[in-house]
């Protein structure tokens, strides 16, 4: 190929350092251009039929948690499942895969994760505890979809991105919320056993499901910064609640306050997995101290409430803002 040399003042042939990316003058040595991009391609084709295009160039991702890394050789049949007499592919198979019960565990794991849109980082930490446990060989006979959910629950919690046993056991291909807890149980026994003392889960909190929760409500930034102060405020009440009940009844609260569009209880319920009778009776525990632990807000709606409560006419007044009594849950609830 013939290009024009600024030094030789010609058209002269050119040559192509692929490792630098260099256009190089085959006369004076001048570099022409640096850092072209090959733009052919870049994969040497391997298929069985000449002039087929195969792209596949590299192996799957190393994983460390395996005992070959990932990087074994699988001796396929090739296409419509012929490949000469298949006596490799047969004897390879006949040795078996040490590691094939932990892969089938990973893609598990993948896969819940996925379904619940985790980070990879607590997919990696669920599948290094069950490595835990594949290497204690006492996962044998157990279900595996259980385990394997428990893992993910557990690794939620360490990396304080807890999720729900509802919202675990949606996602665990059949296996109850029985079964999870029994998997989690046995799970935190054997790490126990492993390291000498009690497994470390994290501790929850009532802000750590808000979030998501305000989130699938459709609920706008200004009630989701009043909710997460609200509960904030509520960690300092003996309040003996579960963190996920309190969560919701505070969702609940703030929604009958605000001037938006109003989600009813049934969709609180569905959104944080909470029943709806949980909801009422976190409720209220939580209304006596409702003037002490909704916070002051520049909107005109939550304006007005705390000039209301600063006044001390809270009782009475609240039920102008359709804040629901303890009275109106109570009838609500044995209305239902």
Request: hydrophobic letters at 35%; aromatic letters at 6%.
């Amino acid at each position: 190929m013939d290009t024009y040399c600024s030094d030789c003042k010609r058209n002269t042939e050119v040559v192509f350092d692929h490792a630098a990316g260099d256009t190089v003058c085959s006369e004076c040595g001048l570099v022409l251009e640096s850092r072209s991009i090959d733009e052919t391609s870049e994969w040497r084709t391997f298929a069985d039929e000449s002039g087929g295009d195969d792209p596949n160039r590299v192996g799957g991702p190393v994983n460390p948690l395996l005992a070959d890394a990932g990087l074994s050789t699988v001796i396929s049949k090739g296409p419509n499942g012929s490949n000469g007499d298949g006596s490799l592919a047969r004897l390879q198979n006949r040795g078996g895969d040490p590691d094939r019960a932990i892969v089938l565990a990973f893609k598990a794991i993948a896969t819940m994760a996925d379904r619940l849109s985790l980070v990879s980082t607590i997919r990696d930490r669920a599948s290094e505890i069950y490595k835990r446990l594949e290497d204690q060989k006492c996962t044998r006979g157990r279900n595996l979809d259980a385990l394997v959910a428990a893992c993910i629950y557990i690794a939620c919690r360490q990396d304080s991105k807890p999720r729900t046993v509802k919202e675990i056991c949606s996602i665990a291909n059949g296996a109850s919320k029985k079964e999870i807890g029994r998997a989690k149980e046995f799970i935190v026994k054997q790490l126990k056993v492993e390291m000498g003392e009690s497994m470390e889960m994290g501790t929850i909190h009532a802000g750590d499901y808000l979030r998501r929760f305000c989130s699938n409500l459709g609920m706008n930034h200004e009630e989701i910064k009043v909710v997460q102060e609200t509960v904030q405020k509520a960690e300092e009440f003996d309040i003996r609640r579960s963190p996920i009940s309190i969560a919701a009844a505070i969702i609940y609260m703030i929604t009958q306050l605000s001037d938006s569009k109003k989600p009813i209880l049934r969709d609180i319920s569905i959104a944080t997995t909470v029943a709806e009778g949980t909801i009422k009776n976190a409720y209220k525990d939580l209304y006596p101290h409702a003037s002490k632990i909704i916070p002051e807000w520049p909107s005109s709606i939550f304006l007005w409430l705390n000039i209301v409560m600063r006044s001390g006419m809270f009782s009475s007044s609240i039920r102008s803002i359709h804040l629901v009594s303890v009275e109106e849950v109570g009838d609500s609830s044995s209305a239902t």
